[in-house]
């Protein structure tokens, strides 16, 4: 079983950077692919960026492509998402997820661990 806690959301003006982390613990997921996912209130989930095992290769939505930076450290069983240049339309709870399979996918029904998210306010 994997448990997942990520942190480092909070509140920042737009324009403003962040940087989410996740913490894996239970077993080590230096073999899984992982992603970030975020929801916003009324809106379905959607697919952030992901990560395959090895961090070589590296995925993301086209409304955060250039401006977040997913990556990992399996030493430390965390995976990372930097945050820049932040939107209102940012503001979501942002989630990490674990596959148990080392292939990255954008697709939330691949992932079986979750983690609770962490809230991310986005200020005009």
């Known amino acids: 079983q994997v448990r997942l806690v990520e942190s480092g959301g909070g509140l920042v003006q737009a324009g403003g950077s962040l940087r989410l982390s996740c913490a894996a613990s239970g077993r080590t997921v230096s073999g899984y692919a992982m992603g970030w996912f975020r929801q916003a209130p009324g809106k379905e989930r959607e697919s952030v960026a992901a990560?395959?095992?090895?961090?070589?290769?590296?995925y993301y939505a086209d409304s955060v492509k250039g401006r977040f930076t997913i990556s990992r450290d399996n030493a430390k069983n965390k995976v990372y998402l930097q945050v820049n240049s932040q939107k209102p339309g940012d503001t979501a709870v942002y989630s990490c997820?674990?596959?148990?399979?080392?292939?990255?996918?954008?697709?939330?029904?691949?992932?079986?661990?979750w983690g609770q998210g962490t809230q991310v306010t986005v200020s005009s």
């Open positions: 990560i395959n095992w090895s961090g070589s290769m590296t």
């Open positions: 997820a674990a596959r148990v399979l080392p292939m990255a996918s954008m697709f939330y029904y691949d992932y079986v661990y």
